[in-house]
């Protein structure tokens, strides 16, 4: 959390850079230290749109934090097309964030959603936790040229392993007996990691992503089903999320 409680910046853009075919890597100085854990998010004013754009935060020192992002539609155009110097507004951070564990982790991201898990790395080689990192592209030219990881796969094997992250991971679970799994991707992704995960008897915390509007837990928009007590009940992504247990979430 931020020390301060205080959630808005005035943050300053050091650099935007392309960073791969469709992923730019944006960073700002909020001009106050701020603590993020990774999988937490932030909201970014587009200016002109009525909703912020949530991203999660792929790396954090004192008051400087990055963002790995992908161009998609008028928010994404926007903060690419952000200059050193300019000013953004930014909220968060938001959410609970993955719960490092004193366990052998296996973290996995597939496309764009190698920036939380990235960051989690990090937290993870500060605190001396073998933490062997996992991740997918379609292709090479999709692959950011910061990615820095244990395993990279590519869809059609013009880079590191050939076939899906999905395939990669199960052979990583017979081999390196993970204690728990981290993963970030699409939901396709991240339900099929979690079934496979459940045949071995590894935990997966999974950091999910829904469209959102408040991102503090207010207008219900990013709800999704939990079970709970043997019950199932709605979870908001952005304030209970987004990272859940996979066995927790109704898929
Ligand atoms: C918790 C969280 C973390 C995320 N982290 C990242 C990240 O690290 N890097 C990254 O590239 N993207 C991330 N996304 C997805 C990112 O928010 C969308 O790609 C972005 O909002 C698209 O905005 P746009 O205006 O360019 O696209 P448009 O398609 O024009 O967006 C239209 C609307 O849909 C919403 N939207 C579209 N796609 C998504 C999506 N996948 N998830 C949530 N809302 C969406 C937008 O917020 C906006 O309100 C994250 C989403 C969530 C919820
Ligand atoms: S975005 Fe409003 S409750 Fe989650």
Redesign the pocket.
């Known amino acids: 959390m931020i020390k301060d409680k205080k959630k808005i910046f005035e943050a300053v853009v050091d650099k935007v850079e392309k960073v791969s075919r469709s ?1 730019y890597l944006i960073e700002t100085d909020l001009k106050e230290e701020v603590d993020v854990k990774a999988g937490q ?1 932030v909201s970014i004013y ?1 200016d002109g ?1 009525t ?6 935060v ?1 790396s954090c020192k004192a008051s400087k934090i990055g ?13 690419k097309s952000l200059k050193k110097g300019d000013l953004v507004n930014i909220t968060g951070p938001f ?1 609970n964030g993955f719960t490092l564990e004193n366990k052998k982790a296996l973290s996995v991201g597939a496309g ?2 190698y ?2 898990v990235a960051f989690l790395k990090s937290k993870s080689d500060e605190c001396g936790i073998e933490n062997m990192l996992l991740c997918g592209f379609p292709n090479k030219n999709e692959i950011p040229d910061l990615v820095k990881a244990d395993v990279i796969c590519t869809d059609d094997g013009s880079y590191g392993i050939k076939g899906s992250v999905l395939d990669a991971a199960e052979n990583i679970l017979k081999d390196y007996k993970p204690q728990i799994i981290y993963a970030c991707g699409p939901l396709i992704v991240l339900k099929k990691l979690v079934q496979t995960a459940q045949k071995y008897d590894i935990p997966v915390q999974v ?7 408040c991102s503090i837990g207010v207008c219900r928009g ?1 709800v999704i089903r939990v079970k709970h007590d043997g019950n199932i009940v709605n979870k908001t ?2 304030k209970d ?2 990272v859940f247990w996979g066995s927790e979430v109704v898929w």
Request: proline share 7%; with cysteine; net charge positive.
């Open positions: 992923a998010f587009c749109l909703l912020r754009r949530p991203f999660s792929y963002i790995l992002f992908k161009e998609k539609g008028k928010g994404t155009k926007y903060i959410g764009i959603g920036a939380p950091a999910m992503e829904k469209e959102m509007a990013c992504v952005c999320g987004p």
